[in-house]
């Protein structure tokens, strides 16, 4: 099934297996569903996603999506992970994230009954299988980046490097100082001992009625409140022993040359959280980032892509600044190009803009993976490369990291490659932003953050494999017609 992929035939094999789809999503012991019309396939025409989406979910091993199901219980058979799944799929890939939309869809759109049939899943039932497996996001993402290395769509040589910032579930203005948390969660435990002295003098030992909604949602809140606090603690005892770190080496610099060392003494590390840092209430995990339209409250979303435009990697996470993702990312495609391509694969030469830039990250070049990184922003070392004349003769011996990268960028070799950046990896976020919808994450919380982006890159690769299946079907289709007017 997987050269079909990349063979000439794959829209009849997405066709076939689109016939077949109540085999594939549905198992006999869970619920079962009505036959589809005969002639369901003359709605969609062959060339349409869902076909692909079908094929490639009943291609990967879901064994750890269902293994959370009881089946032979009392209660309604559950959907079958790969419906929802191929569901999922096929919903982002039109821009609708919002789980109560796809139910509406699922009654009335011929590519979503194609999927669910006469069975339409519960908005809740969608929202809980997201937000279930999203720690699972991951196996499908090397899932379809096989079917990608099959369809021979990841030739490696190059890749770029870059990230953007996504907005949270969470809004800007829900953000509190470290002691206005402290407040509120006195208060709130102040409320709460009153509650139950007060429910002791009335039901004594006995019972009383459930928790009212009301209080319900402020433990929720209170919940939320907790978290803030534990994020501006962990905060600040991470920059307490940074300080720390720089008071002792300082020390040690002095006591090995005898000498005081120049400049401001280090004040001294205080592990307490400082009062006016700021955390959100509705998601502790996001932070406020900015960008070129303003600040946002939200996450810096990663990605590594190839020349082609397939992703290779893809995180997230909750520093504004991307000099840190240098490493993780690239060591994170080097990762799954060896469990997809081959262990002896490499990645080329990696390409990032100026937010990646520093001598450290320069140092961690390796002959496996070449580093072009910007110097300074975007329009200006585009500017630079532009009036700049080429370097000649050889390379001078003291030449620093930044130097050494700035001489590597005037350079014919090194001018090609930085503007093949742009044209690789900023596509892929607008079309994910575009096309995707993939703006604003719709969960809370840094894992299901990072699942959810990885179900879009996921979508985004499926997409970038249709275009391709699309165009060779076409093309075979052309060669077929010219040979039939040859023969004529």
Known sequence: MLTNLAGNDSIVAFQDTGRAMAHHFREPERRQPLLLPADMMDWLPESDIVHLIVDAVAMMDLSAFEAGYKLGRAGQAPFAPRLLLALLIYAYS???????????????????????????????????????????????????????????????????????????????????????????????????????????????????????????????????????????????????????????????????????KRGRKPKPAVPAADPDTLANVTDPDSGIMKTRHGWLQGYNAQIVVTVGQIILAADVTTQANDVRQLTPMLDQARDNVAEVVSKDAVLGVAVADAGYWSGANAATETDGCELIIATQKDHKQRAAMRDAPSPRGRKPKNMTARERMERKLRTRRGRTRYRQRGASVEPVFGQMKDRQGARQ?????????????????????????????????????AQAAKGIRRAA
């Not at 809980?128 to 030739?155: D, K, N, S």
């Not at 962990?234 to 940074?242: G, I, K, W």
């Open 94 to 260: 039109h821009g609708v994230r919002s789980s109560r939309a796809i139910e509406r869809l699922c009654g009335r759109d011929a590519g979503y009954r194609f999927i669910v049939g006469d069975a339409v899943p519960d908005h809740t039932v969608i929202a809980r299988f997201r937000q279930r497996h999203v720690a699972h996001m991951r196996e499908v993402f090397m899932a379809v980046l096989r079917l990608c290395r099959e369809a021979g769509l990841i030739r490696l040589g190059l890749v770029a490097l870059d990230g953007t910032k996504l907005r949270a579930n969470a809004a800007l203005d829900a953000n509190r100082t470290a002691s206005s948390v402290d407040e509120q969660v006195a208060k709130m435990l102040a409320e709460a001992e009153a509650t139950d002295a007060q429910e002791d003098r009335q039901f004594g030992a006995r019972r009383g009625d459930e928790l009212p909604a009301a209080l319900a949602r402020r433990g929720d809140r209170l919940a939320r409140l907790r978290e803030c606090q534990d994020k501006l603690q962990r905060r600040a005892a991470d920059a307490a022993s940074r300080q720390q770190e720089t008071i002792e080496a300082r020390a040690a610099v002095e006591k090995a040359s005898g000498k005081r």
């Open 441 to 477: 994450f719709s969960m809370r919380g840094l894992e299901r953050c990072r699942g959810e982006w990885l179900l879009d890159a996921s979508v985004h690769n499926l997409r970038k494999l249709h275009r391709d299946s699309v165009r060779r079907s076409e093309k075979a289709r």
